[in-house]
């Protein structure tokens, strides 16, 4: 198993420290939040002015947004074909490569119907929120998966949201979205996440293969 996410080399992420005693999925949220308040510093941003203010939002979110990805990859590799997601041969998406960023965070199989399933990665600072399908541009994660990555439209186990929050409002999940995003919410990756062995496998496979690289450069959130 390795971790492909262009994160694990990105320079703005010391493995390490983010990990250093992580044995949970609230443990791991409270070190990125710290993390990145340590990269922040580093950064010559006057706060005073509105577009230092938008820069230190972006680059904040940009951060814990790329890292909670990485984490997202080694739980859907680990958990490969799993009834709770449905996805094997999970790939984050390689948009340095030519791919569009554009509503879809991964891609990969499903393990039954054998066809393309498509994952969506959503941090939320405030955990007890829920996800709409406007707002948090779920409508977009349907539009590209079925235009661009090849979701059937028929397809209802095809479509996979990630979240560290509750999970997908119940009028957003069925009359918006049709029903065909399923949603791992807190309550299942606490579930699947909250053991000693399952970060110090994460810890193995987040040190990076290769020299360090510049940090990337901001793209949009999706």
């Known amino acids: ?29 409270k070190s990125l939040k710290e993390c990145c308040e340590q990269f922040l510093s580093t950064l010559v941003i006057d706060l005073e002015l509105p577009s230092g203010q938008e820069k230190y939002q972006s680059e904040k979110n940009k951060y814990i947004g790329d890292a909670f990805e990485v984490f997202v990859e080694f739980l859907l590799l680990k958990s490969d074909g799993s009834n709770l997601h449905g996805v094997t041969k999970y790939q984050p998406i390689d948009f340095y490569g030519g791919e569009s960023d554009i509503g ?37 994660f349907v539009a590209a998966s079925q ?5 059937d439209i028929n397809d209802i186990h095809n479509m996979v949201v990630v979240t560290n929050c509750v999970g997908i409002d ?43 690289t510049t940090r990337l450069p901001l793209t949009s959130l999706t």
Request: glycine share 8%; charged share 25%.
């Open 170 to 212: 119940d009028k957003s999940k069925n009359k918006m979205l049709f029903g065909k995003v399923n949603c791992l919410g807190r309550e299942q990756l606490i579930a699947m996440v909250n053991n000693s062995t399952w970060w110090d496998e994460f810890r193995r496979l987040s040190r990076p293969k290769k020299k360090t």
């Open 1 to 29: 198993m390795n971790l492909r996410h262009p994160a694990v080399c990105d320079s703005r992420f010391i493995w390490v420290n983010i990990l250093l005693g992580v044995d949970s999925l609230e443990s791991f949220e």
């Open 147 to 151: 235009n661009i990555y090849g979701v």
């Open 104 to 140: 879809v965070d991964g891609k990969g199989i499903h393990f039954d119907n054998k066809r393309p399933i498509t994952v969506q990665v959503k941090f939320r600072s405030i955990y007890t929120t829920e996800l709409f399908a406007k707002a948090d541009g779920l409508s977009g």
